[in-house]
């Protein structure tokens, strides 16, 4: 597995919490994406991270496998926040 592709485990040891998001945008798949991508009204694990290259946000759907230079990130735009789940 690449580094930059987050799993549940490696998610929850810099924060304790999963949020959720519903995909809200899947189309426009960027022509060099490989690997997994959203369908549109499902809902997903998600952590979102500041993107190291463009400094904006990026949303990394948990358990997704992608290559680079994408990896399993998205755009903030293609997805809506539903829920939080703090992890005791």
């Given amino acids: 597995m690449e580094v930059a592709n987050h799993t549940f485990a490696e998610a929850t040891t810099t ?12 189309e426009n798949r960027p ?4 690997g997994d991508w959203p369908v549109k009204g499902q809902v997903y ?13 990026l949303v990394h759907v948990l358990s ?3 290559e680079a230079p ?3 990130a ?3 735009h293609r997805f809506e926040i539903i829920e939080r789940v703090w992890l005791n």
Avoid: L, M, S, W
Wanted: net charge negative.
């Fill in 31 to 34: 022509a060099r994406h490989v």
């Fill in 64 to 66: 997704f496998q992608g």
């Fill in 45 to 57: 694990a998600v952590r979102v991270t500041e993107g190291k290259a463009e400094g904006t946000d």
């Fill in 70 to 72: 994408y990896y399993n």
């Fill in 15 to 26: 924060a304790p919490f999963i949020d959720y998001a519903i995909c809200v945008d899947d």
């Fill in 74 to 76: 998205f755009a903030p």
